[in-house]
């Protein structure tokens, strides 16, 4: 797929998110037996795993805390209606399933949400994919701050919007004089400076610098101006919660989250100018390629309708969505809330973002009432979401009607083993392996929502939101307690 410098090449030889889609949901509802003798199942598609994106570190934005010798190409997956029927033979989709009694799981649950560690609000939905059947719900309607469950709506209204295949280009073109280049953003989040960056592959400003040289000197010229095009995105680059380092400046160009260093996830101060800073990178991978770039990179924008000397792209959005719910990945939710709205005809702000979202997420036939979407990672307080519209998303994305959704849960962090959950309900736990789940944290407010495969071997989405707690470590292990109970659901 990559050669020498390149990034991503012009056509992906297999469509990862086509493979995964039914293997996805074949996986997460394999019963408890057999994810025992074959240890817990996580998709071998997964390509935030493939990618090492930094899933061994307990980080995360608002969690503050083969050639032809090998054979042909592997048959497409089974698809999701097949899947789910095998979950429970016989049992008619809309039909609840008699293995497992709403009124014994609810028995498990409220004695675990009366938890005091949890705080003076906490709402809960519970609901079996296959069958739509609500098994639990308390307060499940009510409005909360989500903190980073938000992203779930995030990758899902991404999704649905751009669909997973969709790359995010970053393009050099000329410039409005002779001899000037002009480096234009795309919003790519996972354009990186690096030869080989750590977060995985991804937009290249490497080979990005090395494609336009070849153009420059084929057409005679080795010495150029440098301009950057940070246009695409409109309204305030700070965030509101204002300079953070969970957060850098929202720009439509940066390279390597405007991290200083080889973090790939997590806090650290970033670039102020994360624009600038990537000009100033492009200019010395130009130099180092033989092209001279005379002064410093200015801001300008690009004529329209400009050719590209040289283009790369992002990961595709499957990939991008995987990442950040990995590890609740705060730049990249920002990015892909813009995309929504560009795809949606709306301006690349967070109120144009807000607006794209939840058309996208009432699109899909989810209750959007009492919501609000201020941003796409979580890090506002003024997020306000449901968990029965959490739940919704979850089902949407495992049912037989929206395959694209399906990198909604493959890219949850798995329980004991990545990303935000590689600490929690791990060992023993009976949720080990069982729950993949997207965390939520800010002072005061504690979430978890995702899928987990109960004791019959269905799949259930739930959510639990927690407000006003006394402390995160103690809100956390209620949390858990309760995804755990929903595992093992008699």
């Not at 919003?187 to 990005?208: F, M, Q, R």
């Not at 994360?274 to 492009?282: D, Y």
Request: glycine share 12%.
């Amino acid at each position: 797929m990559c050669d020498r410098e390149r990034g991503w090449s012009e056509v992906p030889l297999v469509k990862t998110w086509q493979l995964t889609a039914g293997a996805a949901v074949a996986g997460l509802a394999l019963s408890v037996a057999a994810v025992t003798a074959a240890g817990p199942w996580d998709s071998g598609q997964r390509k935030a795993e493939r990618d090492k994106a930094a899933s061994w570190g307990r980080t995360g934005g608002a969690d503050h805390d083969g050639g032809a010798a090998a054979g042909p190409l592997p048959q497409a997956a089974p698809s999701a209606p097949g899947v789910l029927g095998a979950v429970g033979p016989g049992v008619p989709r809309g039909q609840a399933a008699a293995a497992a009694p709403a009124d014994a799981l609810a028995a498990r649950l409220r004695p675990l949400l009366a938890d005091p560690a949890l705080g003076t609000l906490r709402t809960a939905s519970v609901v079996d994919t296959a069958t739509g059947q609500v098994l639990y719900e308390s307060g499940a309607r009510d409005a909360m701050t989500p903190a980073s469950t938000v992203k779930i709506a995030t990758a899902a209204a991404v999704l649905a919007a751009l669909g997973p295949e969709h790359r995010i280009r970053t393009t050099v073109v000329p410039g409005a004089t002779p001899g000037q280049v002009v480096l234009v953003g795309g919003g790519d989040p996972s354009l990186t400076a690096k030869k080989k960056s750590p977060a995985g592959s991804g937009g290249s400003l490497v080979a990005l610098a090395a494609d336009a040289a070849q153009a420059l000197k084929a057409a005679g010229t080795d010495t150029v101006t440098l301009a950057y095009d940070d246009s695409l995105y409109s309204g305030p680059v700070r965030h509101p919660i204002g300079v953070n380092p969970n957060i850098a400046p929202v720009t439509a160009l940066a390279a390597d989250e405007g991290r200083p260093d080889d973090s790939t996830s997590g806090p650290v101060d970033r670039a102020d100018d994360p624009a600038g800073a990537a000009a100033r990178a492009f200019r010395t991978l130009l130099a180092e390629r033989g092209v001279k770039v005379t002064g410093e990179p200015v801001r300008a924008k690009a004529a329209a309708g400009a050719q590209p000397l040289a283009v790369t792209r992002s990961t595709p959005v499957a990939g991008l969505v995987e990442r950040m719910l990995t590890n609740s990945d705060n730049d990249i939710a920002e990015a892909l809330a813009r995309q929504t709205a560009l795809a949606s005809g709306q301006p690349a702000s967070f109120e144009g973002a807000e607006k794209a979202v939840t058309a996208r997420l009432a699109g899909l036939g989810v209750d959007t009432a009492g919501s609000r979407f201020a941003d796409g990672s979580g890090l506002s307080r003024a997020d306000k979401v449901s968990a029965g519209l959490l739940t919704g998303l979850l089902a949407k994305a495992a049912g037989p009607d929206h395959p694209e959704l399906r990198p909604v849960l493959t890219g949850l962090p798995v329980a004991g083993f990545t990303g935000t959950l590689r600490a929690r309900n791990a060992g023993t736990s009976p949720a080990a392996g069982l729950v993949r789940a997207k965390t939520g944290t800010l002072t005061g407010v504690n979430s978890l929502s995702g899928t987990v495969v109960d004791a019959t071997g269905r799949l259930l989405a739930f959510a639990f939101l927690t407000a006003n707690s006394p402390g995160p470590e103690g809100a956390e292990k209620g949390l858990d307690k309760l995804a755990a109970a929903v595992a093992g659901a008699p």
